[in-house]
């Protein structure tokens, strides 16, 4: 059977970032289940859409997909408390980037990719940064 795009960032995920927890949701599960999980988290969006790309009869799924390294703050935490964390989960982005793609699964992602920092005040007090990618597999299905 073959696995999805998520199934294969779910696999790196619990494999190369260990003391991360993984968390596939929308927004708004996302902000519940991480209350209830260990910080620091990789949080996978649902995808908003993607592409289905035939070729000589083959296809291959990319999707549009957010996400989002986050890491604990304290409830008043200032903007060097702030700084320190989002810098972290933004090397930690950097860093499951290039294991996305060490990992065969997808075509490279390279060039610029754009990330947002996250200021959230959920139950548990998080910042972060999200990260936007269209994620294509390499290999795709035989039709």
């Excluded at 960032?9 to 519940?32: L, M, P, Q």
């Excluded at 995808?47 to 000589?56: A, C, D, K, Q, R």
């Excluded at 940064?129 to 299905?141: F, T």
């Amino acid at each position: 059977m073959k696995r999805s795009i998520e199934n294969k960032i779910r696999e790196i995920a619990e494999t190369k970032f260990c003391r991360f927890s993984y968390i596939f949701e929308d927004w708004n599960g996302a902000s519940e289940v991480v209350d209830k999980v260990s910080l620091p988290a990789i949080i996978c969006l649902l995808p908003v859409g993607g592409y289905l790309n035939f070729i000589h009869g083959r296809v291959k799924d990319s999707e549009d997909l957010l996400i989002a390294f986050v890491d604990k703050v304290t409830r008043d935490a200032n903007g060097d408390d702030n700084e320190e964390v989002y810098t972290r989960m933004k090397q930690a982005a950097a860093q499951f980037i290039n294991e996305m793609n060490n990992s065969g699964y997808f075509d490279p992602i390279d060039g610029r990719i754009k990330y947002q920092t996250i200021l959230e005040s959920a139950s548990a007090y998080f910042t972060g940064v999200s990260i936007e990618l269209n994620v294509k597999e390499r290999g795709g299905v035989c039709l």
